[in-house]
């Protein structure tokens, strides 16, 4: 056998052997892929799990603490009422601070709730055509029990311009409310006013301004996230459940829109949300005023 031959038959070894490590190695490398695959699902079936268990206990709890937090109130309502006979002023006072905290636990519930149908998924859209007018309207009379003093004033604009929407009117009147709420309970004088806007010609921007404490900037970003409270010395006496603007935010996101704040410390706030004219993906219902693809451009 030739020189020549002998190197070729050296340099074909080499190779093999280098492929044949090559096939090893990547054997190897395939069976880690594979390994790291099947860790991941099993994480990922642990957490949706844990999700679904966080789900149904909250969704337990929630109902569990309706029924006592039920009783209290309309026990304090009776004594409030003085069915059972007169009450002193300090006795008036303390039931009334009773019938208080049982309204927000009662509130801090309802989100818990709300929050669990949401993580679980079994909360579904049902868009209809309805008008900025009567929204507004059924928000107006919803908040008027509540307005006792005449330090705060709650004003909605009428809206111009804007055609009937087509998207599910009830979590938009949800997410209003919690804006509303928040902004009542952080202004003590002044104005809450709720505005309607058109954005472009397919979507509409909700507002909600107060001349209330304001937020700091360093706090803004972690708002909607859940059961987050701005931990500054001037709200801490407002405390909530830190679910509410969580809440809204989900919400806002099923419906294809999203949240917005802007504050300054001492002027007030501004809560947005903004949302297509028409629910995406879904099919049109018939409007007796506007048809859907004049709604979707504005028109």
Known sequence: MSDDSNDLARQLAVSEAENAALREELAETNRGVVALYGELDDNAARLKEAAELKSRFLSYMSHEFRTPLGSIRSLTRILIDRLDGPLTSEQERQVQFIQDSAAELTEMVNDLLDLAKVEAGRVTISPAWFEMVDL????RGMFKPILSSGSVSLIFEEPVGIPPIFTDDKKVSQILRNFIANALKFTTQGEVRVTATLVDPAHVRFAVADTGIGIEAQYLGALFQDF???????QKKFRGSGLGLS???????????????????????????????????????????????????GR
């Open 136 to 139: 507004f309207s059924a928000l």
């Open 228 to 234: 987050v409270q701005v931990d500054a010395p001037i």
């Open 247 to 297: 809440l809204s935010r989900k919400l806002a996101l099923m419906l294809g829109g999203d949240v917005h704040v802007e504050s300054t410390v001492g002027v007030g706030s501004i809560f947005s949300v903004t949302i297509p004219l028409a629910f995406p993906g879904h099919p049109f219902e018939e409007s007796p005023n506007v048809e859907p693809e004049d709604a979707a451009n």
